[in-house]
């Protein structure tokens, strides 16, 4: 019952991208359409439901002072963890060339740049501040993925609307886009308590 | 040499690797003395905040003067040769009950008189919260209690921090314990407080970092009845 | 002299005209934030307070301009394979270095930001920097185009911190500004009001530079 807690908090609660408003960048440039924002939701889901538990087993089993070599390397968590999701992000890069190559030129240069999406690096930080166990951190890595998965798509969705809207010429695209963000944060607030 | 050869790139990297490794390892040695002696300090400060020493100069040396320290067992039971600075109140938390230890600070004052003071540690609404709660002699009133939290929403459950004196000072005075001598500890409760000596306001808006704080308190201070009742056996057969 | 030689001369000035544009254009016509779409993730939770703000800023602007020159430095070495990596690599070892700096030197900040501080790696505008700029260009310019970009980033974050603390807090810097008959706006000290002020910092921003309107 508690990883579903977990699940749930992290995909709804403390949702990545509308709570602690990390992954904006690509959230922003990619959901113009709903059809990316769906293929990009899922790789992210993919990289951070696997890195998230790597980074886990590397920081309290390799790096901690009573990890496997025995000395207190903490120093060098920030960049072993932003070697294995690159090199994850590599390895999604390649099977999603070889499986849909209209979702690879669709996406261009963000899927590499899922490497240095906040909310991926986000994910690992926040289980290490927040000392999960093992099975805890894997289920709220795919949570957090989940939660990003979901605001992607929805504000896709928003904007693709957006589009016949009649929006003042200095508001029109990015401003609308910021304020419309951070009402559906606001709407995202109403889940805070939730436990099952 | 050809840049994009095999060898170049990994002896590149080789060379990239090292270089950051040993200038890394280099800062963190050289911080790391300061690091640790602020981390310290902050532990000094929050325990001494407990008491109500607040907006010390020298909170290192009024630390060493007042502050001795013990550690407990789950059964109430002192232990020696572990000093309270080793245990990690947040790693003794994810132990079971049976396996945890408990460090204990014992103030004394100028004049003599003695708080107990208990790590507070449970959580928050977003993430952890902690304290230290102070007792007095007759372990049962609460001297103090100072709190803090990582990521709690500012002007709702931050403010266990940023106000003491509306959250944190109303605890002083109440009582631990009802008058048939049941452990109660003490409640942030809504919508006014029924019983003056087991009750404060909540923080309206912060329903469940109140919970977490009422959470934390009792179960705080439930790890040290069994050594408190030792305690007070001792004093009552001199 | 001939003209040749003149404009050679010209081109590397220490503060010539090229290199003061390099430190201003970021501050408004490519601002990170408002016109890059770069940079917003690590903007929005250090802003409740102007002093976390300003920490979060000359972070930025120290691991930016270090790492534009230092990439500089070494981009005619760098193969071509690995050259994401050693861009992360670099960045990487600077933030670890400023997370250990304020570990050491301003513990009460670094407490509240450690995080936000390791997300520096991932903040798209030194990556982005990198990329566009320090690759292709010599390492003093690419030093003042990165601390050009950290400034304008830092000049948004201010500008929101100072709006979420004095209407979310009555303070700016800690110290009470706004009387006390003044009742504090919950609305503002929530992360939501970061992106809307962004949003209206937006609008703003594009109603006086015409030229940004429709840009992204």
């Not at chain 1, 000395?71 to 999603?96: G, K, N, P, W």
């Not at chain 1, 899927?111 to 994910?123: E, F, K």
């Not at chain 1, 099975?135 to 957006?162: D, H, M, Q, T, Y």
Request: with cysteine; net charge neutral; hydrophobic share 50%.
């Amino acid at each position: 019952m508690e990883y579903v807690n977990i699940f749930i908090k992290a995909s709804f609660v403390e949702n990545m991208v509308l709570s602690f408003f990390l992954g904006m960048c690509s959230y922003l440039a990619i959901s113009k359409k709903v059809k990316t924002a769906v293929g990009l939701g899922a790789a992210v889901v993919f990289v951070l439901g696997i890195t998230v538990p790597i980074n886990w087993l590397i920081s309290n089993k390799l790096l901690s002072a009573d990890g496997l070599l025995g000395t207190d390397l903490t120093f060098l968590r920030l960049i072993i963890y932003i070697s294995v999701i690159a090199a994850m992000v590599q390895l999604v890069e390649m099977v999603v060339e070889k499986f849909s190559p209209s979702l690879y030129s669709a996406l261009g240069i963000f899927l590499p740049l899922i490497t240095v999406n906040c909310a991926i690096l986000g994910g690992s930080l926040f289980m290490d501040s927040r000392g999960y166990r093992l099975g805890e951190a894997s289920v709220f890595g795919l949570g957090s993925g989940f939660g990003f998965f979901l605001a992607i798509v929805a504000i896709a969705a928003i904007r693709e609307k957006l589009r016949y809207a009649d929006i003042p010429a200095p508001l029109r695209g990015l401003g609308i886009a910021f304020i419309i963000t951070g009402l559906m944060g606001l709407a995202f607030m109403s889940f805070i308590g939730i436990k099952l | 040499m050809d840049k994009n050869s095999n060898f170049y790139t990994i002896t590149y990297a080789a060379i990239l690797t090292v270089v950051v490794a040993v200038i890394l390892a280099f800062v963190n040695s050289s911080l790391s003395p300061r690091m640790e002696a602020n981390q310290k300090l902050a532990t000094q400060e929050d325990i001494l905040r407990s008491v109500g020493l607040t907006d010390l100069e020298d909170a290192a040396s009024v630390y060493e003067k007042t502050i001795s320290s013990i550690v407990i067992d789950s059964k109430g039971n002192v232990l020696d040769g572990i000093s309270a600075e080793e245990v990690v109140v947040a790693d003794e938390f994810k132990k079971p009950e049976s396996e945890q230890k408990h460090p204990l600070y014992i103030y004394t004052g100028e004049d003599g008189s003695k708080r107990y003071i208990v790590p507070l540690y449970g959580n928050g609404l977003w993430d952890k919260i902690w304290g230290y709660m102070s007792i007095q002699e007759d372990l049962n009133t609460i001297a103090g209690i100072s709190m803090d939290h990582r990521g709690e929403t500012p002007g709702l459950g931050a403010e266990i921090k940023d106000s003491p004196e509306q959250y944190n000072d109303p605890y002083i005075g109440k009582k631990l314990y009802n008058d048939s001598g049941e452990f109660v500890a003490v409640s942030m409760v809504k919508g006014g407080i029924k019983e003056p000596d087991h009750q404060v306001d909540a923080i309206s808006g912060a329903t469940i970092t109140s919970d977490g704080v009422n959470e934390m308190v009792y179960r705080g201070v439930d790890y040290y009845l069994e050594y408190f009742n030792s305690l007070q056996t001792q004093t009552s057969s001199k | 002299m001939s003209e040749v030689q003149v404009a050679e001369k010209k081109q590397t000035q220490l503060l010539g005209k090229k290199e003061r544009r390099l430190l201003t254009d970021p501050f408004n016509d490519n601002n990170p934030i408002t016109v890059q779409v770069l940079g917003i993730c690590s903007a929005l939770a250090v802003t409740v307070a102007v002093k976390n703000a300003l920490v979060m800023s000359i972070a930025v602007v120290v691991v930016t301009g270090f790492a534009n020159l230092i990439i500089s430095l070494l981009r005619n070495s760098i193969p071509n394979r690995v050259r994401m990596i050693v861009q992360l690599v670099v960045i990487a070892s600077l933030v670890s270095i400023v997370e250990m700096v304020l570990h050491a030197f301003q513990y009460d900040v670094y407490k509240q930001m450690s995080v936000y501080i390791g997300l520096i790696i991932t903040n798209c505008i030194i990556m982005g920097r990198l990329e566009a700029f320090a690759m292709a260009n010599k390492p003093w310019q690419s030093l003042l185009d990165g601390v050009g970009n950290g400034i304008g980033y830092g000049a948004i974050l201010v500008t929101v911190a100072f709006f979420r603390e004095l209407f979310g807090k009555g303070t700016v810097m800690g110290f009470k500004v706004l009387p006390s008959w003044y009742e504090p706006n919950g609305l503002m000290l929530i992360p939501a009001a970061a992106i809307f002020l962004i949003g209206i910092i937006i609008w703003v921003q594009r109603a006086m530079n015409k030229k940004l309107v429709d840009i992204s």
